[in-house]
């Protein structure tokens, strides 16, 4: 237990030192500072010899204590950075992760029409089609969750980042219009299989897994994207899917299956195949 009083850099010290265990000690402890002083990192540097509030420094230490136990830095400060803007999070949808940025990027590299119509598919936070609209205001973007509270908060951070994107409650595409077509489709859908020892390491453990597990070797929800975009697609259009490091082979192999051209796979910031792309240019999809 640390005694009072002490500066901003005395506390992030000892943070680190608690926090050892954790991969990203420094940075977890500079977040959860961060948040409670209500300033950016930035200032803890400026400031680090800055004494501390009494009250203050008892809610650091019980946000570090709190995150010895495992619970996400995301969910201590309720809030993740995602294409810099900053989301709201919860319990309730998963924490948005830099390697998504990838889908992102490549999103915005395809030749699409100027003023495109989106769908993202298990939006949960609402972080990629809040970053594909921050990004092109001009584009249409329609964004579904299963899970009425992932709509919730995808609707809150969408209100409070004035971002006009439309969020509607919907299993996959069951809420869509038989004659709605998009230009592109992208999704993070559930993909780790339900005995992949990884569900019981990290901040994985505090996620809902209803957005991480997904039958026939973590696969089934993305070949349900792949066949139903077939009917949403406009040709020539684009779906994006994000994946495990894994999968890539199986999911190109299910995009050619049904007949999407241009097939590849995208490699993250690891240099792991993370998500794969394929255009529609079948007939089907005029």
Known sequence: MITPPMTIAEALRWATLQLMN????????EVLLAHIVERDRTYLFTWSDRLLELTDQERFVALVHQRQQGIPVAHLVGQREFWSLPLAVNESTLIPRPDTEVLVEHALRLPL??????LDLGTGTGAIALAL???RPEWQVLAV?????AVALAKQNATTLNLAVEIKQSDWFAVLAPHQKFDLIVSNPPYIDASDPHLELGDVRFEPKTALVA????????ETIILGATSYLRAPGWLLIEHGWTQGAAVRDLMQKAQFNAVTSIRDYANLERVTVG????????
């Open 113 to 118: 029409p100027a003023e495109s119509a989106v």
């Open 215 to 222: 039958a026939n070797q973590g696969l089934s929800d993305i």
């Open 22 to 29: 954790s991969e990203s000690a420094k940075l977890d402890a």
């Open 133 to 135: 609209k921050s990004s």
């Open 145 to 149: 969750d299963k899970m009425a509270e």
């Open 279 to 286: 255009q529609w240019s079948n007939a089907n999809g005029q």
